[in-house]
């Protein structure tokens, strides 16, 4: 028998590390060659790792939520014959070796593993005291003991003072354990119930609920985390807001649905919106830009790359739909449907979720009256749709019914001014007021 070490292989091109956010496998299991031992996540993007033999799991090289290095030991194996060394790609043969860190594991020149002393201290603290039986007549482990919930119904045994004593203390006896005869709770038992167990609301069937649960912030949640954290520390927001009437641009989507091909998709209202700024951008091009504030550059890009920010089971991503300029409606609406696909799904590429220059996110209808986006860094600006409602609007003679969106919008206050904010918004919704506009050449 020998060993085979697998490393962290390379996951793409300029990636340097990967966060580990799930195991497959653990020590002891039997895998297959191919069977999938662990997956990672570089930006978005979740890969899986296979195993390029058989084997039985002798040593995991990391905790989910770690960031390990390309080219560092993963996983060791125990195979048949006297082993292949190691599978993956590392910068030295040095990297063959697992990490030589306090509380790793190490391997010994014969095989053997060692198991370091702070790793069985940790051990030995998280292991749970295996419980001891109480002596049935100790009165201290009667005051002790946790409080109960009798059946539905059933009445507890107690003397008149006692119960005098519980009522008058908002106590539900019912969740008193009785140390007395046939369970008879006692004024003891109401004592140790004061300073032990007193976990009861005074009303019967609320309860305090002081648990705590420690959930570890790994894979995407850290990476949004990550995200938002330098958005907002590095870029200074202006937000703003406006209304827009949607009513001929519902009509004008209805119409087109009804009277769509079948290999069409169905129009929502974003096509239409990514339409509008397009040909908003084609006159403030700035807009449309991602600005490197370490060097001080702004990447100004002719091609218009709109990230949509997508609400998936493992939290928000934002796939790219690449050159909206050179897309029609139909098109646009083709790919986003694609893509969000793609995303909650979890099949979306590294390519897929990159590159984008300008955003748009929208919550549908739970959108609000008003967001505050936050630009989705390095990014210059972001374009927040919200709830559409029918308003009452007074036409000049009366109130008419109208279909009002609001649209939040926040930009990068380094490099947009107010006034070309302000601009930017006013020409996307005069597009979106007047969407035959959206289809007219200038």
């Not at 999938?36 to 090289?61: F, H």
């Not at 919200?386 to 036409?395: F, H, I």
């Not at 001014?417 to 959206?438: C, S």
Request: glycine fraction near 8%.
């Amino acid at each position: 028998m020998g060993e085979h070490l697998i490393k962290m292989p390379d996951v793409g091109e300029g990636i340097a590390e990967a966060e580990l956010v799930e195991w497959h496998v653990k020590v002891g299991d039997l895998v297959r060659e191919d069977a999938v031992l662990a997956a990672v996540m570089t930006d978005k993007a979740t890969v899986e790792i296979p195993s390029p033999v058989d084997g039985e799991v002798l040593w995991l090289g990391a905790d989910i939520g770690d960031v390990v290095a390309i080219g560092s030991p993963l996983i060791r194996l125990k195979v048949e014959g006297e082993g292949s060394g190691s599978s993956g790609s590392g910068p030295s043969e040095k990297a063959a070796e697992p990490p030589a860190r306090t509380g790793e594991i190490e391997a010994q020149a014969d095989g053997a593993v060692k198991v370091p002393d702070a790793i069985v201290e940790r051990q030995a603290k998280s292991t749970p005291p295996q419980p001891v039986a109480e002596k049935p007549h100790a009165p201290a482990a009667r005051m002790h003991r946790a409080p109960v919930t009798r059946a539905e119904g059933e009445r507890p045994v107690a003397s008149p003072a006692v119960r005098l004593r519980a009522r008058e203390a908002g106590i539900d006896l019912r969740q008193v354990p009785g140390s007395g005869p046939a369970g008879r709770i006692t004024h003891e038992d109401l004592d140790a119930f004061f300073t032990h167990g007193r976990q009861v609301a005074k009303t019967p069937g609320l309860a305090q609920n002081t648990s705590v649960e420690h959930i570890k912030v790994v894979g995407l949640r850290r990476k949004i985390a990550e995200k938002m954290a330098i958005a907002k520390s590095h870029i200074p927001h202006i937000t703003y807001v406006e209304e827009v009437d949607v009513t001929a641009l519902e009509d004008l989507r209805a119409a087109l649905n009804a009277n769509k091909r079948a290999d069409r998709p169905k129009l929502t209202l974003l096509p239409f919106l990514m339409r509008a700024m397009v040909r908003a951008i084609a006159e403030q091009p700035h807009l449309n830009s991602v600005y490197d504030d370490e060097a001080g550059v702004v990447h100004q890009h002719g091609g218009v790359h709109v990230g949509i920010a997508t609400q998936t089971g493992s939290g928000l991503m934002v796939p790219v739909v690449k050159h909206a300029e050179a897309r029609d409606l139909w098109e646009c609406a083709a790919e986003l449907n694609r893509l969000a696909e793609a995303a909650k799904s979890g099949l979306a590429t590294r390519e897929e979720l990159g590159g984008s220059t300008i955003t748009i996110t929208s919550l549908g209808a739970m959108g609000g009256i008003v967001t505050t986006p936050v630009i989705n860094y390095p990014e210059v600006a972001i374009i927040g749709v919200n709830k559409m409602m029918v308003r009452p609007v007074w036409d000049g003679s009366t109130f008419i019914p109208r279909k009002i969106m609001n649209l939040s919008s926040s930009f990068d206050h380094r490099i947009i001014d107010g006034w070309d904010a302000a601009v930017f918004v006013q020409r996307i919704k005069t597009l979106l007021e007047t969407p035959a506009m959206i289809f007219v050449e200038a």
